[in-house]
């Protein structure tokens, strides 16, 4: 369960971290957040129970919805 919550914790740093999309490569800062989601999503529908909340607590749904905001954001 520990290995299991600082996986979920480093994931969720990976796609929280707001990257400059204009570097150099804005594509590959694309392609890390867009892995670090697939990757959370994996996490969170391989699991039960109580490894599924702790997903929810350490604010991945909050996260999530941030990077749509801020993608939206971007887009106009």
Do not use: H, W
Request: hydrophobic share 45%; net charge positive; charged share 20%.
């Amino acid at each position: 369960m520990v290995d299991f919550a600082r996986l979920v914790e480093i994931v969720l740093l990976c796609v929280s971290t707001r990257y400059d999309y204009t570097t150099s490569n804005p594509n590959q800062n694309n392609f890390i957040q867009r892995a670090g989601i697939c990757l959370l999503n994996a996490l969170a529908c391989q699991v039960e129970g109580q490894q599924k909340l702790l997903v929810g607590d350490f604010g991945a749904m909050e996260k999530m919805l941030g990077i749509i905001q801020d993608r939206l954001r971007l887009s106009k």
